[in-house]
């Protein structure tokens, strides 16, 4: 069999290497670059021994991800205020293999080793046997197969009970939308889980809680108290969609900054809401204030 053609099974296998590369890292700038690293990697490799192209290029991303998580942990540790995932909007409201990890779970995967939350997302997400498992982590099956199941175990409850179909979501979101900015208090309960938490992320860098807020009440409260301070006027709408697998909008902040707001949602109520306003996760998004 002659050896694969170098660049054209890399720029193939490329959407789902850097999708792998995301959800293990939360950030589509480091993603994407461990996925220009294993190119220069693999433009070095003596192809005619490689059996399998595929294979071999997810071992590869999978371990130069592992090596960037661990400091990706310590940097995290040092973060101001709550750390959210880089948001990705979906381009439509169809979920491909591997974007069913939604902002919450990535959340809850953050908790786990980096061993643990690699093996996960390989397996149970992107559906590697764990013999390439085995093969892209440098363990034996039987542990990679105990690393899963312990991080199974911590993200179970992530997952929502009765799941929000996307048209539902959307409509929610922008019922949450104008409550929110009408500082209408019996409107936002109503849309509130009793147990609701709020993260806000500013990196530090703009204007956001500190701290989650949490329970149905303070959240309420939080909003109305934003729309009593900056007016009632909706904020200029530039996308509504998926982000990170749940139903959320892109916005021009009172401070002129692009801002993204997605919801977790279970049974029709929300029961978090994720809004990252640090500008270095955002750049991506720009632009969608000039289509404005």
């Known amino acids: 069999m002659p050896p694969p053609d170098p660049l054209a099974a890399f720029t193939r ?6 999708r792998i590369a995301y959800r293990m890292l939360g950030s589509q700038a480091e993603a994407d670059d461990m996925v220009q690293e294993a190119w220069l990697r693999w433009a070095g490799v003596d192809h005619a021994g490689v059996a399998d192209a595929d294979a071999y290029l997810v071992r590869l ?6 090596d960037q998580m661990r400091s990706a942990r310590a940097r995290h540790e040092t973060y101001i205020g709550p750390w959210l995932p880089e948001p990705i909007i979906d381009p439509d409201d169809s979920l491909e293999q591997g974007q069913e990890v939604t902002l919450a779970l990535m959340l809850a995967l953050e908790r786990l080793s980096p061993l643990e939350r690699a ?4 397996h149970d997400v992107f559906g590697q046997p764990f013999e390439a498992v085995a093969a892209a982590l440098d363990r034996d099956v039987a542990a990679c197969r105990q690393l899963a199941t312990r991080a199974r175990t911590h993200v179970r409850a992530s997952r929502p009970r009765f799941p929000v179909a996307p048209e539902r979501g959307r409509e929610i979101a922008a019922v949450f939308l104008a409550a929110s900015h009408n500082g209408d208090l019996s409107g936002l309960r109503g849309l509130l889980a009793d147990d609701v938490v709020l993260y806000a992320d500013g990196g530090g860098k703009r ?16 909003f109305a108290g934003l729309a009593a ?11 509504t969609g998926l982000i990170d697998g749940l139903p959320g909008y892109v916005t021009l902040a009172s401070d002129g900054e692009v801002q993204s707001t997605a919801f977790a949602i279970d049974d029709d109520r929300i029961t978090a809401i994720y809004i990252t306003r640090n500008p270095d996760k955002l750049r991506h998004l720009v632009g969608l204030a000039g289509n404005a």
């Open 13 to 18: 296998l490329r959407p789902r290497l850097s």
């Open 229 to 239: 301070k900056h007016g009632h006027a909706l904020p200029p709408v530039l996308w």
């Open 119 to 122: 093996a996960f997302l390989l």
């Open 207 to 222: 204007i956001a809680v500190m701290n989650p807020v949490r329970t149905q009440d303070k959240v309420s409260r939080f």
């Open 61 to 66: 991303v999978s371990r130069l991800c592992l």
